[in-house]
């Protein structure tokens, strides 16, 4: 087991935080990372500032009959206690909704038109709820999450499993694609 940076338990228990993972790795070289894992995404690109946000195992997704406007709006019981007035200001994003609305979607809203018939049939949207997520800032690599109780193990080992990562080349740079 790798020894965790994060030395206070009452950071992981009550309310946003981040911890600095040392890492030479690129967010290109970095999101490699990311293959296998339940439900990854990565956002990267100057329309976030220039920072780097990565992301897996959601704590949560959205059932399909949900209202994801109304969604949005929203926390999981989860994290909505513990996140809410927190005293880390250094903390970005620590974590949130993440996934895609349909143009569907726009007729809750609005009167449109109907749509022409899809070529393949999508669902009206896709949201997973991440309580933890991985940011290059363009200097620093940080483990951010927002703390809750009963989650401390999982968010423990989440940060062990990117600690391990970010000291290593991901396999796919090692071996030359074919």
Known sequence: MVESSLAAPR???RSPYRVPLHSE????EAVLWLRGDHRPFALLGDWLGGIALLGSAPLCVAPPD?????????EPAEVADAS?????????VGGGWVGWLGYQL????????PPPPPRVVTP???LAFYDHVVLFDGEQWWFEGLGSPGREATL?????IWEERMRAVPG???TPPR
């Open 25 to 28: 790795l690129s967010p290109q």
């Open 124 to 126: 009206a949207f896709s």
């Open 156 to 160: 423990r080992r989440r940060l062990e």
């Open 66 to 74: 949900c209202d994801p406007l109304a969604l949005l709006c929203s």
């Open 11 to 13: 950071a992981l228990a």
């Open 106 to 113: 726009g007729a809750r809203i609005e009167r449109l038109p």
């Open 172 to 174: 796919a740079l090692r």
């Open 84 to 92: 809410h007035g927190a005293a880390d200001t250094d903390v970005k």
